[in-house]
Each structure stands twice: as C-alpha cells, then as structure tokens.
C-alpha cells in the first residue's frame, strides 16, 4: 500500500532547491504528482497551466470580494494552489522549463497574491482591514524585489559548479530535519505553500485578520532577513 502511495504521490519531480526541510512543501508537491500526469495527458504546456492558475485565482477573488460564499471562494483557491504547483511539475516532466529571462509563473504569483488580498479587502470592507491588506502587500512586493536583489548578488559570488549543488544538499537537508526545523520552514519561510493561509479569508473577518496580518509580519521579517544578510555581502 505504501509502495503504491509513493508512486502515485511520487517526488520524482519536486523541485528539490525550493524543498529543503520544508515537509509541507513537499506534501503538496506529491499530492500535485497525479493532477500533473493528468494535464500532461491532456497536452496542457506550463504556460498553459500556470495561465489556468491565474484565471482561477481571479474567480476566487471575485466570490471573495461578492461575498459569494466560503466554499465557492474555496474552490477556486483550492485549483489556483493546485495549479500552481502542477505548472512547474508539468515543466519538468517533460523538460519544457523556459527559456527565457522571463518568469512567467513568478509573475503570475504575485497577481494571484495580489488578487486575493484586493478580494478580502472588499469583502470586509472596512478601515483596519484595508490598512492590513495596503501593509502585507507592500510588504510582500518589497520582499520580492529584495530577496530578487539579493539572488543575483549570490548568483555573482558562486561558480557554476556550486551552483548544481542545492538540490543535493535539499535532499540531505529533507532526511535529518528537526522537528524545530520542519516547523520553521513551514512557518516562516515565503513559497508555495504560504498561499495556504489566504483560505483564512473565507471563513470571516477575525480568521481574515489573523491570516493577513500572518502573512503581513512573515513578509516583513523575510525581507528584514535578506537585508540582514546583504548588509554582510561585499558590493
């Protein structure tokens, strides 16, 4: 049974470098592994995919914001989360990852992020959550373009041999984690999983908060820990 688990939910195909000791992450790369077969059958390229990703975070920011219902809003964000894992999938299964300098599905994630947190903005619809919603999404956009900033001072500073290596050390890093570290890389670090907590933003005004102000100091503390470590990088 566990054989056939595994090789349903299979990891042949995670993304290794993003994984690391993030077991939740890794979850939801597994659970991804069948609905990615799937579109591969049905000839769905990444682009595709990460375009049907978009589109449905765009319903699940309209049931949201038309106080449409919790389940309605949820099922679209479900496929939006599922999707996104999917495209990546798709990608590297059948060795379509871009060409390009041009990150699609990068980009898309931050419409999506953005989309949902407008949405909860107009479903609540009042001063202290605006004020929240305005906050997290600075926050989060400074945090990409820090944590961009910083990618690329790192990228100068490594040769391309060191390069290969993190996903060999995300393996090794996956199979002696800690708990502590389990945790902490589920908590406290921004990846596809972190779009989990905007299904808070459903069930009403109090979860809503709670979810945006989560992801709002989790966006303030990882932009203030690139910072950190770029203020120790030579120019």
């Known amino acids: 049974m ?7 939910f299979s990891d042949r195909y995670v993304n290794e470098a ?6 939740l992450l890794l979850a939801m790369y597994r659970f991804a592994y069948p609905f990615s077969v799937l579109l591969i059958g049905l000839r769905l390229s990444p682009n595709f995919i990460t375009t049907l990703s978009l589109l449905c975070a765009l319903l699940a920011a309209l049931a949201l914001a038309l106080a449409e219902g919790t389940v309605i809003f949820a099922a679209f964000w479900g496929l939006t989360v599922l999707l996104d894992f999917c ?3 798709v990608a590297r299964m059948t060795g379509r990852v871009r ?22 903005g ?10 929240v919603c305005l906050a997290a999404s600075f926050c989060f956009m ?17 040769d391309t041999a060191e390069g290969r290596a993190p996903s060999r050390v995300a393996v090794s890093q996956r199979r002696s984690a800690t708990i502590m570290q389990v945790l902490v890389a589920a908590l406290l670090t921004i990846n596809g999983h972190t779009m ?18 989560y992801f709002l100091a989790l966006s303030a503390l990882r932009a203030a820990r690139c910072i950190h470590i770029m203020i120790g ?3």
């Not at 390009?100 to 909860?120: C, N």
């Not at 009042?126 to 004020?131: L, S, V």
């Not at 989990?196 to 102000?213: I, N, P, Q, R, Y």
Request: glycine residues 10%; contains cysteine; positive net charge.
């Open 87 to 89: 495209d990546g999938t």
């Open 233 to 235: 990088l030579p120019k």
């Open 142 to 158: 400074f945090y990409i373009v820090i944590n961009h900033d910083l990618g690329g001072i790192r990228q100068r500073l490594i």
């Open 2 to 8: 566990v054989s056939f688990l595994s090789r349903v």
């Open 99 to 120: 060409r390009t300098a041009f990150r699609y599905d990068h980009f898309s994630d931050l419409i999506k992020i953005f989309l949902v947190i407008l949405g909860g």
């Open 196 to 213: 989990l907590v905007f299904f808070l933003l459903g069930f009403g005004e109090v979860e809503a908060m709670l979810g945006l102000t």
């Open 122 to 131: 107009f479903r609540y619809d009042n001063t202290a959550i605006w004020c």
């Open 18 to 23: 993003a994984i690391g000791s993030n077991l």
